[in-house]
T-cell receptor, first 111, second 115 residues
Framework: GQQVMQIPQYQHVQEGEDFTTYCNSSTTLSNIQWYKQRPGGHPVFLIQ?????EVKKQKRLTFQFGEAKKNSSLHITATQTTDVGTYFC???????????FGEGTQLTVNP | NAGVTQTPKFQVLKTGQSMTLQCAQD?????MSWYRQDPGMGLRLIHYSVGAGITDQGEVPNGYNVSRSTTEDFPLRLLSAAPSQTSVYFC??????????????FGPGTRLTVL
């Protein structure tokens, strides 16, 4: 089925450093979503990208959708301890109304 | 609105026992789904429903049953619990039947341990 691959699996940074997670698909995606899960919490929707080459910003977070709509990235500038958590990308499944999640990138921030 | 609620929050079962995880939403959402989360494996779809009376299998449906008799409720039944079903279970809902274009609202999760 549709697979959305995400790298890296883990990332440790010092507070103030930048962070990027990447999401890749073998097929073209109609859209992609990003979620954040705080430790012990549940996933929370961050954003959806739909257009080829789309770039959206939310304060220190920048989301990009590739020109071929096969990859996406989330970049955090000057990380803070509040950024700690696991970031997931999610895309359409191959059948029905499914939403398929990547494996997630777990971010830790050392103060 | 309470959003998506799940009960229980924690559960310990013995191998072979059965139980039902409850999920309810008060947002009149058409789409509801169940995911399990295991370390390093992200969120894997178990079953989903695009509306009352309609259910379908996800990626990992074996050992689980669902039903959707009302718009609000989407219980997940473990038929005969196995240690491999130890996981965190999340229920999610969204407005329409097109899950991949709608914001998914997740419940707080149920942490299940099978001994």
């Amino acid at each position: 089925g549709q697979q959305v691959m995400q790298i890296p699996q883990y990332q440790h940074v010092q507070e103030g450093e930048d962070f990027t997670t990447y999401c890749n698909s073998s097929t073209t995606l109609s859209n992609i979503q990003w979620y954040k899960q705080r430790p012990g919490g549940h996933p929370v929707f961050l954003i959806q990208l739909v257009k080829s080459g789309e770039v959206k910003k939310q304060k220190r977070l920048t989301f990009q959708f590739g020109e071929a709509k096969k990859n996406s990235s989330l970049h955090i500038t000057a990380t803070q301890t509040t950024d700690v958590g696991t970031y997931f990308c999610a895309g359409p499944g191959t059948s029905g109304s499914r939403l398929t999640f990547g494996e997630g990138t777990q971010l830790t921030v050392n103060p | 609105n309470a959003g998506v609620t799940q009960t229980p929050k924690f559960q310990v079962l013995k191998t072979g026992q059965s139980m039902t995880l409850q999920c309810a939403q008060d947002m009149n959402h058409e789409y509801m789904s169940w995911y399990r989360q295991d370390p390093g494996m992200g969120l894997r779809l178990i079953h989903y429903s695009v509306g009352a009376g309609i259910t379908d299998q996800g990626e990992v449906p074996n050992g689980y049953n669902v039903s959707r008799s009302t718009t609000e409720d989407f219980p997940l039944r473990l038929l005969s619990a196995a240690p491999s079903q130890t996981s965190v279970y999340f229920c999610a809902s969204s407005t329409s039947g097109r899950a991949f274009t709608d914001t998914q609202y997740f419940g707080p999760g149920t942490r299940l341990t099978v001994l």
